[in-house]
């Protein structure tokens, strides 16, 4: 295993399509554009096409060939195409298995057995094609900044990452689920008729300086996360100290739960069967029972 290649896996496990034929796979990647410009009004859509060489760099000669891009608006799309029998091919299945798109991969328990250094790597390119970093992403404060990385639908995947995170020693923030409990938690949108409104994407939030020793490959990104962890630690004005503030594992604070009412979505089959039926008042419970934790 080198770096190049335990990135291109994160990029595939993040936000990647595996196309198998019956002599060629292609494997396509999309870097989405959450919004048009930044949050000094830079156009992301040219930041994103200026990484790309950079990327280039680090894939290219791993593939030994060229990648094709395409990019609209909002989302830059990487891919390239290999025999079946290609040795890079054969590698990529035996990391993600049967998956054939980041909504049914697991991370592999070789990846949890990767140095260090190259759970980082895995872990940037997973956040270079899921992960956030915007103003909007505060918590209490708005120098709160936060890092949030969304993955539609894949419950274990969170989970996944949130365990390989925990390995490299950063800490999640909070985790809000797509369950009706946590983005339906008082059942309001349920009552005026909106019953599948909590069927989002989940959100894995991370403190901005927690992410520092992961960083983003995408230049719009890395810019956005120094900076806005410059503001953070310089306007944190708190009891303790700034790092014992945010290096923190959601064990290792008091439970403070408020009882949340029966949501009627508790049973849907969207839910995994191992918590499906399930009432839970906090995101911690639900993170606890699929796996995340000490």
């Not at 299945?93 to 697991?106: K, M, P, Y």
């Not at 995170?165 to 009552?191: E, T």
């Not at 014992?244 to 089959?269: A, F, L, S, V």
Request: positive net charge.
């Amino acid at each position: 295993m080198n770096t190049e290649m335990a990135y291109l896996l994160g990029m595939i496990c993040g936000n990647g399509e595996i196309q198998r034929g019956v002599t060629d796979t292609t494997v396509a990647i999309e870097i989405p554009h959450k919004v048009n410009k930044t949050d000094d009004f830079h156009d992301i859509a040219l930041y994103v096409k200026a990484s790309l060489d950079n990327i280039r760099k680090n894939i290219e000669p791993l593939i030994s060939t060229g990648i094709d891009t395409t990019q609209s608006s909002t989302v830059t799309r990487l891919s390239f195409t290999k025999s079946n029998a290609d040795f890079l091919i054969r590698e990529i299945n035996q990391f993600i298995g049967l998956a054939t798109s980041h909504d049914n991969v697991r991370i592999h328990d070789d990846v949890f057995a990767f140095s260090k250094d190259q759970k980082v790597i895995f872990l940037r390119g997973f956040a270079d094609v899921t992960g956030y970093v915007r103003r909007s992403n505060q918590y209490m404060k708005p120098y709160e900044h936060r890092v949030y990385i969304e993955i539609p639908h894949n419950w274990e995947l969170v989970i996944d990452i949130c365990n390989l995170l925990m390995s490299v020693n950063v800490p999640v923030q909070n985790i809000d689920w797509a369950h009706p409990n946590m983005r339906d938690g008082k059942v309001i949108k349920y009552n005026k008729g909106y019953k599948t409104f909590w069927k989002k994407e989940h959100q894995i939030k991370i403190w901005v300086n927690e992410f520092l020793p992961i960083n983003f490959g995408i230049l719009h990104k890395q810019q956005a996360l120094e900076n806005f962890a410059k503001e953070f630690a310089s306007n944190y004005s708190g009891k303790k100290i700034f790092k014992e503030h945010t290096h923190r594992y959601y064990w290792e604070y008091k439970k403070q739960n408020k009882i949340k009412p029966i949501h009627p979505g508790e049973n849907d089959t969207f839910i995994p069967v191992k918590i499906r039926g399930k009432h839970y008042n906090s995101w911690k419970e639900i993170a606890e029972d699929l796996g995340y934790g000490k």
